[in-house]
């Protein structure tokens, strides 16, 4: 089975500009979650996602940040507009069902904001 | 959903020694989980433990739990080069995971 996809990989951007991060879960997969590692802060949650519904976004750091999961197999993140203090490595991860279950995450999408 | 902090922050040997990084939390959880990441790779989950349980293998792999003392260890054994990467513990309460800055191991050939 493939795992998470995330998409692009890498995004270099200037301020100001709009970015969108794509993921698909693992099919089957009922929880989704949005993460942001940097070198100072470690690994972030942003917000996750239970059967498409936002459960908890209280680590999504501004209003610039929004993140929406039309269906059970997509998800995205956006900025806008971007900063350079966003530039990160965001993390998308799926788990199987609700509730103390492995996550598996994607390889992530390195993003810097010049 | 509380943080769990790894310790020691770096770790250093050569391959074929083990390897042991702790755990610490603060509040009683459901299970702890361990994570290991590769540089420039997402987080991939190794381990579960549950709080009514002490003791894990898999594999190379030893995972203790002892919750009055609210600490877990990951032993690696034997280790290799590919194990060199970071590991991250996440306590249990609640599907939200909050990881901490991890330990960077080094498995020198």
């Known amino acids: 089975d493939a795992g998470v996809i995330q998409s692009p990989r890498h995004e270099v951007t200037e301020m100001g500009q709009e970015v969108t991060l794509r993921c698909k879960p693992i099919?089957?997969?009922?929880?989704l979650f949005w993460y942001r590692q940097t070198m100072m802060r470690g690994l972030e949650l942003l917000i996750y996602?239970?059967?498409?519904?936002?459960?908890?976004d209280s680590g999504m750091p501004e209003d610039r940040f929004s993140a929406k999961m039309p269906n059970a197999s997509f998800s995205t993140l956006k900025i806008q507009p971007s900063e350079p203090r966003d530039s990160a490595v965001y993390f998308c991860a799926s788990s199987p069902s609700w509730g103390f279950q492995p996550q598996h995450f994607g390889d992530g999408t390195r993003l810097s904001i010049l | 959903s509380q943080q769990g902090e790894e310790d020691p922050q770096a770790l250093s040997i050569q391959e074929g020694e083990n390897a042991t990084m702790n755990c610490s939390y603060k509040?009683?959880?459901?299970?702890l989980q361990w994570y290991r990441q590769n540089s420039g790779r997402g987080l991939v989950h190794l381990i579960l433990i549950r709080s009514n349980e002490r003791e894990k293998h898999s594999g190379r792999l030893r995972v203790t739990l002892d919750t009055s003392k609210k600490s877990s260890s990951l032993l690696i054994t034997a280790s290799r080069a590919a194990d060199t990467a970071s590991y991250f513990c996440a306590p249990g309460e609640s599907e939200k995971l909050v990881f901490g800055k991890g330990t960077k191991l080094t498995v020198n050939p």
């Open positions: 996602f239970n059967n498409n519904v936002p459960i908890d």
């Open positions: 099919s089957g997969h009922n929880s």
């Open positions: 509040t009683s959880i459901n299970n």
